[in-house]
């Protein structure tokens, strides 16, 4: 069984796992008069017909043959979005390949952006880092860090916090200084992030990063020491708008909301016990104690309801409207609610401009909502994912996901649904949840949704 290496992500990692059963097809070589043209055209009408134990049968062959146009061919016609299963096996018999020139040219498509198809692209990001040992993999994924798509760029920056080379310190820091000088969006905030993966040091400007960096290699500033920024007045902290203690580090943003029946309720406020009051000093010998006639037990008081600011919907409410005034200008957000039933704030599907007018008919439209219905979190997150050009989703929710009937849904199906939606999108799914809920699937849900979408889970006390 091969070993999957370490840090690589789901894709990566699904790779390499499924890369013996995809390679059986096109083990040894074929003949030399095997037609590597009539090969492609195989894999055109097997892919077209959805036929995808045939066509991965065709790109074994393909590969095996060593023609570089094999890669062409598998992201032109395997590599198009229409199946996952098809998609992942693929790029497992790519990731087996010790063919040297499909992989120059797996490589090739990356670091020239040759591909035109940037779906392929990302596919080819995890098959590098199955390759990274090698350094022109590795090159690759660096040059990968200027693609002219955002989520091929998004990918990149994962495979390398996956990979955790102090090599990509340097092609990273150039890109980050570049791209400084830019709007700052998650790209922006995703290679800052990296930085600070890597380099071990909590720091915002790219001088900062390039000052410490640059003492490490001269031995002037040694590992684990606290280095303090030396630009002009910038820090690490983040200044700009949070949701419930997220920073919404990125300009393209939708919240998701659930205003399911069970938002109604409120949670009780965390019990301080008191602490036991010191025993008294002993009086001293020669004292005379007077005994007095123990006090009938007053009897405790009716536990009180908690208060209206501990409803759920209301908590949410607030906080959304908060979060909403602080958008700076320039951000792009929407708002989703869900239940049963799913409803946009202005059009759907769509972000709009944080501007004076956006905002205010936000906070309205907020402030409108009310709780009811079942729990459809299987139906926001499809609607959220399909949203064209949102990077980041706050998914808030207090329970798991439920049918109109309130039956419960099976959690493992909505799992791997998102993660197919998501894949060539890229979108980083925060969660927040109450940590006043019991619930073991919710917990596990919500919890699962992030970690899979490289996101957070947070619990409101």
Same mark, same amino acid.
């Given at each position: 069984?091969? =070993?999957?290496?370490?840090?690589?992500?789901?894709?990566?990692?699904? +790779? +390499?796992?499924?890369?013996?059963?995809?390679?059986e097809?096109?083990?040894?070589?074929? &003949?030399?008069?095997?037609?590597?043209?009539?090969? =492609?055209?195989?894999?055109?009408?097997?892919?077209?017909?959805?036929?995808?134990?045939?066509?991965?049968? !065709? $790109?074994?062959?393909? #590969?095996?043959?060593?023609?570089?146009?094999? !890669? /062409?061919?598998?992201?032109?016609?395997?590599?198009?979005?229409?199946?996952?299963?098809?998609?992942?096996?693929?790029a497992?018999?790519?990731?087996?390949?010790?063919?040297?020139?499909?992989?120059?040219?797996?490589?090739?498509?990356?670091?020239?952006?040759?591909?035109?198809?940037?779906? %392929?692209?990302?596919v080819?990001?995890? !098959?590098?880092?199955?390759?990274?040992?090698?350094?022109?993999?590795?090159?690759?994924?660096?040059?990968?860090?200027?693609?002219?798509h955002?989520?091929? @760029?998004?990918?990149?920056?994962?495979?390398? =916090?996956?990979?955790?080379?102090?090599?990509?310190?340097?092609?990273?820091?150039? %890109?980050?200084?570049?791209?400084?000088?830019?709007?700052?969006?998650?790209?922006?905030?995703?290679?800052?992030?990296?930085?600070?993966?890597?380099t071990?040091v909590?720091?915002?400007?790219?001088?900062?990063?390039?000052?410490?960096?640059?003492?490490?290699?001269?031995?002037?500033?040694a590992?684990?020491?606290?280095?303090k920024p030396?630009? /002009?007045? #910038?820090?690490? @902290?983040?200044?700009?708008?949070?949701?419930?203690?997220?920073? #919404?580090?990125?300009?393209?943003?939708?919240? #998701?909301?659930?205003? &399911?029946?069970?938002?109604?309720?409120?949670?009780?406020?965390?019990?301080?016990?008191?602490?036991?009051?010191?025993?008294? /000093? *002993?009086?001293?010998?020669?004292?005379?104690?007077? %005994?007095?006639?123990?006090?009938?037990?007053?009897?405790?008081?009716k536990?009180?309801?908690?208060?209206?600011?501990r409803?759920?919907?209301?908590?949410?409410?607030?906080?959304?409207?908060?979060?909403?005034?602080?958008?700076?200008?320039?951000?792009?957000?929407?708002?989703?609610?869900?239940?049963?039933? $799913?409803?946009?704030?202005?059009?759907?599907?769509?972000?709009?401009?944080?501007n004076?007018?956006?905002?205010a008919?936000?906070?309205?439209?907020?402030?409108?909502?009310?709780?009811?219905?079942?729990?459809?979190?299987?139906?926001? +997150?499809?609607?959220? +994912?399909?949203v064209?050009? @949102?990077?980041?989703?706050y998914?808030?929710?207090?329970?798991?996901?439920?049918?109109?009937?309130?039956?419960?849904?099976?959690?493992?199906?909505i799992?791997?649904?998102?993660?197919?939606?998501?894949?060539?999108?890229?979108?980083? $799914?925060?969660?927040?949840?109450?940590?006043?809920?019991?619930? =073991?699937r919710?917990?596990?849900?919500?919890r699962?949704?992030?970690?899979?979408? *490289?996101?957070?889970?947070?619990?409101l006390?």
């Open positions: 069984m091969r =070993r999957v290496p370490r840090g690589l992500g789901c894709l990566a990692a699904s +790779l +390499l796992a499924g890369a013996v059963l995809a390679q097809p096109g083990e040894g070589r074929p &003949s030399e008069k095997a037609d590597a043209s009539k090969l =492609r055209d195989e894999l055109r009408a097997a892919a077209a017909g959805g036929q995808v134990e045939r066509a991965l049968e !065709v $790109i074994g062959d393909l #590969v095996a043959t060593g023609d570089p146009k094999a !890669v /062409d061919a598998i992201a032109q016609h395997a590599i198009t979005g229409a199946s996952h299963e098809l998609e992942k096996r693929a497992g018999i790519l990731a087996g390949t010790k063919e040297p020139k499909v992989r120059a040219r797996v490589l090739e498509s990356l670091g020239s952006g040759r591909s035109p198809n940037f779906k %392929a692209r990302i080819f990001l995890a !098959v590098a880092a199955a390759w990274a040992d090698a350094p022109p993999a590795l090159d690759a994924i660096h040059g990968a860090l200027r693609d002219p955002k989520a091929v @760029v998004l990918t990149a920056l994962e495979r390398i =916090r996956g990979l955790k080379r102090k090599e990509s310190v340097e092609p990273l820091l150039a %890109a980050y200084e570049e791209r400084e000088k830019r709007p700052r969006d998650r790209v922006y905030h995703d290679m800052q992030r990296t930085l600070r993966d890597l071990g909590e720091l915002e400007a790219s001088i900062d990063f390039r000052n410490f960096w640059e003492g490490q290699k001269t031995g002037q500033v590992a684990g020491q606290v280095i030396r630009s /002009d007045g #910038v820090t690490s @902290v983040h200044r700009g708008a949070s949701f419930f203690s997220l920073a #919404v580090a990125t300009d393209r943003v939708l919240f #998701v909301i659930d205003i &399911s029946k069970s938002l109604e309720e409120r949670d009780p406020l965390e019990i301080v016990e008191a602490k036991p009051k010191k025993k008294e /000093d *002993d009086p001293g010998q020669g004292t005379t104690v007077v %005994a007095k006639k123990p006090e009938k037990p007053k009897p405790a008081p536990p009180q309801p908690p208060p209206a600011s409803e759920r919907l209301f908590r949410v409410k607030e906080e959304l409207v908060r979060t909403i005034n602080a958008l700076p200008a320039g951000t792009r957000f929407g708002i989703l609610s869900f239940s049963h039933e $799913i409803a946009w704030w202005g059009t759907e599907r769509s972000l709009r401009d944080s004076a007018a956006s905002k008919d936000a906070v309205r439209w907020v402030r409108g909502l009310s709780a009811n219905g079942a729990t459809r979190t299987d139906l926001a +997150l499809e609607a959220a +994912l399909g064209p050009d @949102v990077d980041t989703v998914l808030l929710t207090d329970g798991a996901p439920k049918d109109e009937r309130n039956q419960r849904l099976e959690i493992e199906p799992l791997e649904k998102a993660k197919s939606w998501n894949r060539f999108l890229r979108c980083r $799914i925060h969660t927040i949840s109450f940590a006043q809920i019991r619930d =073991r919710m917990r596990t849900f919500v699962e949704v992030a970690a899979q979408n *490289d996101g957070v889970c947070h619990m006390p």
